[in-house]
């Protein structure tokens, strides 16, 4: 799989024909300096961007064969997203943000699920708080509850802890590794912290595009 994008005269390469295969059940960490391509290699496994080249399979299917709107409905069955930037739907409470991909999803106990997932990671007394009436901590536990509410088979993080403190930080990595060792979700991570990387079963780095190898030890 290739990713470059315009650049003059000269296409900018931002991945070199990446192979990679994330076995069922398994927690893998995505390192490497600023620039690596990180991020693009998390969005092309998540059909959130398109190859230049190459093919990505989701269990089992051909996300490129697919339009947008296949690919969105492939995600929306299959995958959970957090991100650094939380992305939480500001006019939504707490319960209401959670609900959101179970109603998209057509389920009933929409509304219970969410309740349940907010308690998991300490937001029961919390559901009626809208974005910016939460820390930063709250507000990323949200986005965690939210992304595992579905039960997805894999869920994809982009330096989940970016944007938080040391403590809040550690504290959402914990409930990430524990609903993955819980539900038995696939978990695919971008991170920049060893320590993080290091509680996954398996890491990779990348270097200028390249996989340049496991990830060094912390």
């Known amino acids: 799989m290739t990713k470059a994008v315009p650049n003059g005269e000269t296409p900018l390469t931002i991945l070199h024909e990446i192979d990679l295969a994330v076995r069922e059940r398994e927690s893998l960490a995505i390192v490497g300096a600023s620039g690596s391509g990180k991020s693009t290699l ?3 496994l998540a ?8 093919k990505v399979f989701l269990d089992g299917t051909d996300l490129f064969a697919l339009d947008e ?12 997203f957090v991100f650094q930037a939380f992305q939480l739907m500001p006019h939504l409470n707490a319960l209401e943000n959670v609900m959101l991909p179970l109603e998209l999803a057509g389920r009933g106990d929409a509304q219970a699920v969410a309740r349940e997932t907010l308690g998991r990671v300490g937001l029961g007394s919390r559901l009626t708080h809208y974005p910016k009436h939460l820390s930063g901590g709250e507000q990323q536990r949200v986005a965690v509850a939210r992304a595992f509410a579905p039960h997805p088979k894999i869920l994809f993080a982009d330096e989940p802890t970016g944007n938080l403190d ?15 060792a819980e539900l038995g979700t696939t978990l695919v991570l971008v991170t920049h912290d060893a320590g993080i990387a290091n509680r996954c079963q398996r890491s990779i780095r990348l270097r200028e595009g390249r996989v340049d190898g496991p990830a060094p030890a912390a």
């Open 42 to 44: 998390l969005s092309l």
């Open 47 to 54: 059909g959130l961007d398109t190859p230049s080249g190459g």
């Open 69 to 80: 709107d296949g690919r969105a409905a492939v995600r929306g069955r299959l995958a959970g």
């Open 166 to 180: 040391t403590v809040t930080g550690a504290n959402i990595i914990e409930l990430l590794f524990g609903l993955n």
